[in-house]
């Protein structure tokens, strides 16, 4: 009897353990879960690369605006004797040389270059004497039309970037960017003081 009931009741080896059948369960379920989250690395990946490159491609289909300009009314043209210098500040907040080199009476006779020297920022005055535009940080000098032709900004080609200008009825004007958050106020505030030349906006410079 003892042998016919080992014979017949389950091994221990043959009867799966608790841990081996949640193990089995859980399998299918891990794999599962490592599949999709491959998948969605991938696609996250591939959507940030082609996001990326639509990005750039977009800059160069569709460039930016290039920034509003105006005539600004900078002095009386007959008020400038010939050498006569004076340093305009723009809506935007850049500074430039206006200058009268000429004496036909004629638009011709002025020239407006940024006052900023390309090398490293320094301040560009006019020198009447030598005929030129000098930098003093590094001895940079600028011809009356602004080419670089002495030191780091002569050997590295650096020349001074040029305004239009215009007279109507005498009136001088120049033709800047506006910047976007300058208000109404702060531009006939640049108007009424551009005829200063000793204080405000514009200084004078023989």
């Known amino acids: 009897m003892a042998d016919e009931k080992d014979t017949n009741g389950p091994s221990s080896s043959e009867a799966p353990t608790k841990d081996t059948a949640n193990d089995t369960a859980s399998g299918p379920d891990r794999r599962t879960f490592l599949k999709a989250a491959s ?15 639509g990005a750039v491609a977009g800059r160069f289909l569709y460039p930016a605006h290039p920034p509003e300009r105006r005539w ?9 004797a010939v050498g006569d210098s004076m340093v305009y500040r723009g809506p935007a907040g850049e500074t430039i040389n206006i200058t009268r080199q000429g004496s036909t009476g004629e638009l011709s006779d002025f020239i407006a270059l940024s006052s900023t020297c390309p090398h490293l920022g320094c301040q560009v005055h006019w020198e009447t004497q030598n005929n ?10 600028f011809d009356p039309a602004g080419v670089a032709t002495g030191g780091p900004p002569g050997d590295a080609g650096q020349s001074l970037p040029r305004y239009s200008l215009k007279i109507d009825k005498d009136l001088l004007f120049i033709e800047v960017p506006v910047n976007s958050a300058v208000t109404v106020t702060d ?3 640049n108007e009424l003081t551009s005829g200063q030349r000793t204080e405000g906006k514009n200084v004078r410079r023989s």
């Open 39 to 53: 998948s969605v690395a991938m696609v996250s990946g591939l959507a940030g690369g082609y996001g990326a490159l």
């Open 72 to 80: 600004m009314f900078v002095a009386l043209a007959g008020t400038f």
């Open 132 to 141: 030129r535009y000098f930098c003093p940080c590094h001895n940079g000098t």
């Open 187 to 189: 531009l006939r505030s």
